[in-house]
């Protein structure tokens, strides 16, 4: 019986020494791959501003975490909004990231507002988690393309729900996110102004 036991105590510590090997090599990982994952994150967000409303200084405003707004049928969280400013210091209007939850997670989304009160354009920065083929097409600009110059006023819908934009094939569910986040994004830019 003690001798049982001692194989126990002894197969436990050969667990817990792996697990430590394990954790120690995961956080080596971790530490040597989060810097450049945030500058990444950064450029790609620069990439984005500069598109939307190209030749402007971006001030980033603060934004309290758990901030939402509402899109046409669901509410939408706001990750970051920026105020963009031309070179004579005019507002020429708002970038507003939203985070709306498509098929399979958020699709991390960048809006551009104008002060005529339609949509510059927008960029899907992240939606790793659609469907590859379906709604990953999210980042095709056959789709993007469709919702600049769209009112910003909380009517931008896919077709299906009686709007103007044309719904990925087979990912319906990812256009209305999208959708959703610009109506958000035009709702929250609005609360700028």
């Known amino acids: 019986m003690a001798k049982q036991k001692n194989e126990y105590v002894q197969l436990g510590g050969i667990l817990c020494g792996i697990t430590l090997v394990v954790a120690l090599v995961l956080g080596g990982v971790n530490a040597v791959t989060v810097g450049p994952i ?27 975490e758990g901030t939402t707004a509402d899109g046409y049928s669901a509410t939408v969280e706001i990750a970051s909004a920026y105020k963009m400013t031309d070179a004579n210091g005019e507002v020429a209007g708002y970038c507003i990231e939203v985070t709306p939850t498509g098929f399979g997670g958020a699709v991390d989304t960048m809006v551009g507002i104008l002060p005529d009160g339609t949509v510059a354009g927008i ?23 469709q919702f600049a110059g769209q009112p910003a006023d909380g ?22 996110a999208v959708t959703n986040g610009v109506d958000a994004a035009a709702s929250y830019a609005a609360s700028l102004s």
């Open 38 to 64: 945030a500058a990444n994150n950064e450029k790609t967000t620069q990439d984005a501003l500069a598109a939307l409303i190209p030749d402007c200084e971006a001030e980033q405003l603060d934004v309290p």
């Open 123 to 145: 960029k899907i920065l992240s939606c790793s988690g659609e469907t590859p083929g379906l709604g990953a097409k999210a980042t095709e600009e056959e789709f993007y393309g």
């Open 155 to 176: 009517s931008v819908k896919v077709a299906k729900d009686g709007g103007e934009i044309a719904a990925i094939t087979g990912a319906t569910i990812t256009s209305r």
